[in-house]
């Protein structure tokens, strides 16, 4: 018998490992269940596994009527997956009998992708939400199709990239509520994650450029004015109050209509503005879904 040699097999269980760890990372169930919160997959083209997401269905989501509903896509923070923030849900629950019903759905963008494509392709999580998701989501369940009847929230690396995507794609999303928003430029950032920024941008400033909200919402300015509702949250103790100021400014200048607020005494810490500011967000969605044809 043909002998292998020792460093092959241990190369060979370490690249099963690698694999493994990579899956699981890209589909994590809830460790505590929760009847108004379901956990589902859907099968990525661009990475070719499973990627977990946890959607929460209004309880008007009846099977005996064709009543469709807006959605709500929640991007987590750094170092998070789709099951890290669902705390957010008790917000909607309050939230579904003020301002109507929504469905709510937690995504799974990649622990530090700032819900960006990689440029090896291994970490596509703008891919995986807004070519692979939302597609999912609309064929499995009865929602509004029409940009009007989505909206993005999230918090910290899930505000940079809730306003980022909408500031991207302003014919997909209608609405964005941003909370402590990751906010800098691509000196600060490769400063202080030096890592991510090779990772998620190789870089290469004019890569970050492209998927800055900043410049992003510049270059597309004409097709965001009334037509993407923008609402930032931001704590006066955060950090990165100075850049979601500047963001606000820059579009005061553009004339892009929004909604900005500081939550006194609060810092990078998702339930200070939680608490005083959630149930705000939802309604914020709530009146720009009232534009959305629910038949779609």
Known sequence: MRRVQFPLIVAAILC??????????????????????????????????????????PPQYDAKNQQRFPVIYYLHGY??????????????RDAASRFGPAILVFVNGGETSFFCDSPNGAVPAETLL??????????????VTNSAGRSLHGYSMGGFGALKLAFKYPET??????????????????????????????TDPKRFADNDPFALVERNAEKIHN??????????KDDFL???????????????????EEVRGAGHKKDDL????????????????????RNR
């Open 16 to 57: 099963l490992v690698a694999t493994a760890l990579a899956k699981d990372s890209w589909n994590n169930p809830p460790k505590r269940a929760d009847r108004s919160i379901q956990h589902g997959t859907f099968r990525s083209g661009a990475i070719k596994t499973d990627v977990g997401y946890n959607i929460c269905l």
């Open 79 to 92: 170092e998070g997956n789709e099951s890290s923030y669902l705390e957010y849900a008790k917000y909607w």
């Open 130 to 143: 807004v070519k692979e998701l939302i597609p999912h989501i609309d064929q499995t369940f009865r929602t």
């Open 173 to 202: 999303f209608g609405s964005v509520v941003a909370y402590g928003a990751t906010l800098s430029d691509a000196a600060e950032f490769k400063k202080h994650l030096g890592k991510v920024f090779a990772q998620m941008f190789g």
């Open 227 to 236: 037509r993407v509702a923008v609402s930032m949250v931001v704590g006066t």
């Open 242 to 260: 100075a850049r979601n100021r500047a963001l606000h400014e820059k579009l005061q200048q553009l004339k892009i209509q929004h909604s900005y």
């Open 274 to 293: 939680y608490e005083p500011a959630a149930l705000r967000g939802f309604e914020f969605s709530a009146k720009h879904f009232e534009k959305s044809d």
